[in-house]
């Protein structure tokens, strides 16, 4: 019942924000903001990682990147060494 119940909400959710996601199509959007992430927003590993270390060293002038994630821990060691990275439900 319950189950039935979170489904009904997920697809009626999903119903009121075909709006919002047409919207965005048409809101102007920057070259220069990179978003990225890992294995769903869990880790802060892999090629991404690597890539998103490079970024901030050396194209900094030039693009400006953002690690997401779901994990605040990750969220605290990136800015900590000064690097920018939001938790996935925050609002910049």
């Given at each position: 019942?319950?189950?039935l119940?979170?489904?009904g909400?997920?697809?009626?959710g ?6 919002l996601?047409w ?7 920057s ?9 769903f927003?869990k880790?802060f ?6 890539f998103?270390?490079y ?6 002038q030039y693009v ?20 920018e990275?939001?938790?996935?439900h925050?609002?910049p």
């Open positions: 019942m319950i189950r119940l979170i489904n909400i997920k697809y009626w999903q119903i009121v924000f075909i709006p996601y919207v965005s199509f048409v809101t102007p959007r070259k220069k903001i990179w978003l990225l992430g890992c294995s927003g880790r590993a892999e090629n991404p990682r690597y998103y270390i970024l901030n060293q050396y194209k900094k400006r990147a953002i690690w997401i994630t779901h994990d605040k821990n990750i969220v605290k060691l990136l800015r900590k060494h000064n690097l990275a939001y938790h996935y925050s609002l």
